[in-house]
């Protein structure tokens, strides 16, 4: 059973960044594969990234501009994203798959965070 708890939203200028963190509870958390996951009012959930222990994956949207990390010593997942833009602004959402594959459809993640919004403002 893997708990996650996703922090570090807010609002913020087009343009400006901000850092996106999950911590996650659980003794495997190494073994999981980690994405991040966002829902505007009006539209499903897509995805944003993902990240196994060595590999990464970016929705093209995102790319350049967001990049996933994870500490797996402390549990966590971060997303830092520069150079935002209105259309980022979006409920986020942490998600951990239990494999070391990574993939971009939701369906295939098996803990979702509750969410943190991300406001970005023109």
């Known amino acids: 059973q893997v708990q996650l708890v996703e922090s570090g939203g807010g609002l913020v200028q087009a343009g400006g960044s901000l850092r996106l963190s999950c911590a996650a509870s659980?003794?495997?958390?190494?073994?999981?594969?980690m994405g991040w996951f966002r829902q505007a009012p009006g539209k499903e959930r897509e995805f944003v990234a993902a990240?196994?222990?060595?590999?990464?994956y970016y929705a093209d949207s995102v790319k350049g501009r967001f990049t996933i990390s994870r500490d797996n010593a402390k549990n966590m997942v971060y997303l830092q994203m520069n150079s935002l833009k209105p259309e980022d602004t979006a409920v986020y959402y942490c998600a951990a798959r239990q494999s070391i594959v990574i993939v971009r459809t939701t369906h295939d993640y098996n803990y979702w965070g509750q969410g943190t919004q991300v406001t970005v403002s023109s």
């Open positions: 659980g003794r495997t958390f190494s073994g999981y594969a």
């Open positions: 990240m196994s222990r060595i590999s990464t």
